[in-house]
């Protein structure tokens, strides 16, 4: 007992010496000098800097008279935060200077600790990130020894932002972690809530979108409890990004725009900016590039009146796409290599790759095939490093090599690019609806059809190549199936009583919106269909947790073109048809068309035999624009005994037949177009319809296959 007493004797002391000093000066003038600069304070707080700054300068002023050092000090901090909300970082960064030298030389610890922080912040903004970790480390210290938990918190997580920004995802999310738990020991809802939303996005930043998504909605959630406007800003931003990163733009647009509305409430400029920059990004997605330009502009206006660097390269980045894309490669390298310089400077890592990227781009497009592969290379390599989505690299160097004739390069990366794509799925497809599923794949679509194109190229260089190509098939198109099935007979021949209530209440719902859509209840009212049908996304992706470990998702992932060729009699065959962007073709002219081709396995194969059929311009003018089953669209498509339509043997089956000598029975699975084919109708020109049996393939050996 006695320690903790002679420290209370020691502080009383100095509070008595304090007095006595204080007294020496004139209280009457400290509490003057104090007053006048709260009220500038509230008017910083007001955004209105001019009288901020004439108030907090006769703070200074008056306390420097009176020799009042720790006015003067406070003074001079509330100055340097006024022209850091200005961007003016050089007067922002010497005010915190000189005020941190005179809380030293007074032993406020308080102080010296905001003023580390406050430095530290303009060194963040400034992009030299290893000042500012140095500060943040110094001023940590300081609060550890005054114990002041909230701000302890407060400084883990100004570092884990510098980690972040230095893509260190684990580092940052070691110290997002540690802030989350004195927060939540403390009950700091507002820390709570920015705790976790920078938790769901280092989550992001690895790839696990249902893990992240769970964060954000958890800091909503707890924003709104508490009217946190800026964390709600925040959450729905992010929400957005993830409904964006699965494909689901609407959704995307709609939570940018929220966000948007309540950036400007508030008048928070940097997040005004990261609103208006997303917004771009989407209508660039939806080809709207025009627009999307109008929105990165006044995102890029916004961040330069800011002065934070790392969001002007941001914006420049984005802005050259949209160059890119416009055919400007002039100037998209302009705005490519003015971001890199900023990056570069800053350190920015994760924003250094992007432009590398993006640079790479401008050369691909330019048909100059070595200098994008330099690019790209480099960017990749920086991706690696710090843990970031590596597909896009993998992708364009898979593109760069192939169109370069650099066969063996182009299959090692078309096959790596099937590996990462591989573990995305495992990471996310099953925190997913149904219609999340749909979009999901739907941005995963062309990153497989990459490989497809690669394979049917060079399959006959490369052997191998079908096996994996035909198990993509295989296991996307079961994967597919599975997204409206498994889950329904998982829960059914499940005991778990709680798991089928839940799953009837899902139903119940279900069955109520088609209902009101029916009856044209919900017609022209978005917010209640929205509504009914997030909160039915909502128990559908519940119930895809619980039901996990039901399912066989391990199984489709797993099936392998060898199951099904071991299912197969000696006269049968399996075929897979696909179709893809040709994205490989040398000529310019025929790049981009959509291709259909087959994979073929008999009992006798060593690897199934890929063949490139037609374009998919040749099904639409065979197919037309007629729909449904009426007679005519019959006898033209297939014909009649008297007059035979051979267009579409001539297409899809007369590649196929050399690799189908001896063959009797068929299983099929259809893709694209394909599906409104009657296989078994199309005509061969000699008097009759296609001999061989062809059956639509519902199961191949029950045990080794997946039902299609």
């Not at 940590?140 to 570092?159: H, M, R, S, W, Y």
């Not at 009797?664 to 694209?672: E, L, V």
Request: hydrophobic share 35%.
């Amino acid at each position: 007992m006695k320690k903790p007493f002679l420290l209370l004797t020691f502080l009383l002391a100095m509070s008595v010496v304090g007095n006595c000093y204080a007294q020496a000066i004139d209280s009457t003038f400290i509490h003057q000098a104090d007053s006048i600069r709260k009220v500038g304070v509230a008017f910083l707080n007001k955004a209105d800097y001019t009288n901020a700054l004439i108030e907090c300068n006769k703070s200074f002023g008056l306390s420097e008279k009176i020799n009042y050092k720790k006015g003067v000090a406070n003074a001079l901090n509330s100055i340097g935060v006024i022209y850091n909300k200005q961007s003016d970082y050089a007067n922002a960064l010497n005010h915190y200077q000189k005020s941190l030298k005179i809380r030293e030389e007074i032993g406020d610890k308080i102080g010296i600790a905001q003023s580390f922080s406050n430095i530290g912040l303009i060194y963040k903004d400034q992009g030299d990130f290893a000042k500012a970790l140095e500060y943040h480390n110094n001023s940590l210290k300081v609060q550890e020894e005054i114990g002041d938990k909230k701000q302890i918190a407060n400084l883990l997580t100004n570092i884990g932002n510098i980690y972040s920004y230095r893509s260190d995802n684990d580092e940052a999310l070691e110290y997002y972690a540690q802030s989350l738990k004195i927060r939540e020991d403390i009950g700091d809802k507002n820390g709570i809530a920015s705790s976790l939303l920078n938790i769901g996005v280092m989550y992001k930043n690895q790839g696990n979108l249902s893990k992240a998504l769970e964060y954000y909605t958890q800091s909503l959630k707890i924003s709104e409890e508490i009217g946190n406007k800026s964390v709600i800003g925040a959450s729905l931003n992010n929400i957005g990004l993830i409904n964006f990163t699965q494909g689901d733009y609407a959704k995307a647009l709609e939570y940018y725009t929220q966000s948007l509305k309540i950036k400007e409430g508030i008048g928070d400029k940097s997040g005004i900016a990261l609103s208006l920059n997303n917004i771009g990004n989407v209508y660039w997605y939806q080809g709207n590039f025009a627009k999307a330009l109008e929105y990165l502009t006044q995102s890029l206006k916004i961040n330069e009146e800011t002065g934070v660097k790392f969001r002007i390269a941001a914006s420049l980045s984005n802005i050259s796409i949209i160059y890119k894309d416009q055919y400007n490669y002039t100037k998209a390298l302009e705005c490519s290599n003015n971001s890199l310089k900023i990056q570069e400077e800053i350190g920015d890592k994760e924003g250094i790759a992007a432009s590398l990227h993006n640079i790479g781009l401008v050369y691909f497009l330019k048909g100059n095939y070595v200098k994008a592969i330099e690019y790209y290379t480099q960017s990749l390599k920086i991706q690696e490093e710090i843990g970031a989505d590596k597909k896009p690299g993998i992708k364009w160097l898979a593109k760069a090599y192939t169109l370069s004739d650099t066969l063996p390069k182009a299959k090692h990366y078309a096959k790596e690019l099937v590996n990462e794509l591989n573990k995305d799925i495992k990471t996310n497809y099953f925190t997913l609806s149904d219609n999340e599923k749909t979009m999901y794949f739907a941005t995963m679509e062309n990153d497989f059809g990459l490989y497809h194109n690669f394979t049917v190229n060079y399959n006959n260089k490369y052997v191998t190549l079908s096996d994996t190509a035909y198990n993509i098939a295989l296991q996307n198109k079961g994967l597919s199936l599975k997204s409206s099935t498994a889950m329904r007979t998982a829960i059914l021949n499940s005991k778990d009583t709680s798991l089928l209530k839940q799953y009837d209440e899902w139903i119940f719902l279900k069955k109520k919106i088609a209902k009101l859509y029916e009856s044209g209840v919900l017609a022209g009212s978005v917010t209640a269909a929205d509504s009914l049908e997030n909160i039915a996304n909502e128990m559908e992706r519940q119930l895809v947790k619980k039901s996990t470990a039901f399912s066989s998702f391990d199984k489709v992932r797993n099936l392998d073109w060898k199951q099904v060729q071991k299912s197969l009699k000696k006269d049968e065959a399996a075929i897979e048809f696909v179709h893809f962007i040709n994205v490989l073709e040398k000529d310019t002219v025929k790049r981009n068309a959509v291709i259909y081709a087959a994979y073929i396995v008999t009992k006798n194969n060593t690897h199934p035999q890929a063949v490139q059929l037609c374009t998919e311009i040749d099904l639409i003018k065979i197919l037309g624009n007629t729909q449904g089953n009426n007679l005519n669209f019959v006898n033209n498509v297939y014909g009649t005994q008297s007059q035979q339509q051979t267009a579409l043997y001539e297409k899809i089956w007369q590649p196929l037949e050399y690799h189908l000598k001896g063959i009797k029975n068929i299983y099929y699975s259809p893709d694209g177009l394909l599906h409104k084919i009657s296989f078994s109708a199309i005509s061969n020109g000699k008097n009759s319809f296609y001999a061989i049996s062809i059956t639509s393939i519902v199961k191949v050996a029950q045990e080794n296959c997946t039902a299609r």
